[in-house]
């Protein structure tokens, strides 16, 4: 990773939890992606929504994000450049798959499936989103490379707060309760 900026946050209060495997971290970020030394627009935001919760230490979030977090507390900034190999992986060119329409998870009542629309396919990985490259009657092609695979990706991130995750979370490799999993 590469130029990781972080602005402590004024004052800590004492008491503030560290971010260390089996905490819930909550978040908001800006993520534009670095092309040729030059920042795009934005690509996503949580500005204005609810932060992003993940449980730390289980491989939720892409390794380069979770290496930065790691010791971190609420308040923190990060701004911190990754390369694909600590994001979303290379880009591969032998990942086109021809799927019948009928294995595809479609929403109930659909039937068609157009060109860049995002569909989710059964793979030995389990199910994945993969984009629709081309699209016929009975059969569709897909690239079932990550939309961002071989991108370097700039993110800058608040930590919003941080706690330790319950007995059940950790057992379960994810957060539960507000902007969490619901069973
Ligand atoms: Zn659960």
């Keep these: 990773m590469t130029d990781v900026v972080t602005e402590q946050a004024a004052s800590p209060a004492s008491g503030d939890m560290i971010i260390a495997d089996d905490c819930v971290v909550a978040f908001h970020y800006r993520m534009c ?7 795009s627009g934005w690509i996503e935001e949580s500005t204005g929504r609810e932060p992003l919760m993940y449980l730390h230490g289980h491989a939720n979030v892409i390794s380069g994000l979770e ?3 790691t010791g971190k507390k609420a308040g923190d900034k990060i ?3 990754l390369e694909p190999e600590q994001a979303y992986g290379p880009r591969r060119s032998n990942s086109f798959q021809r799927v019948p329409i009928k294995h595809l998870h479609l929403k109930p009542g659909q039937k068609q499936v157009q060109v860049g629309e995002i569909v989710a396919i059964q793979t030995s990985q389990g199910i994945r989103n993969a984009l629709v490259v081309k699209a016929g009657r009975f059969n569709v092609d897909v690239d079932t490379n ?5 991108r370097t990706l700039h993110y800058e991130i608040e ?17 539960h309760g507000p902007g969490g999993h619901h069973h």
């Design 33 to 39: 992606e670095m092309k040729n030394g030059e920042k």
């Design 67 to 69: 290496a930065a977090m």
């Design 79 to 81: 701004s911190i450049t």
């Design 146 to 150: 990550h939309p961002y695979a071989g």
């Design 159 to 175: 930590v919003a707060s941080v706690r330790a995750a319950s007995a059940e979370e950790i057992s379960h490799r994810h957060v």
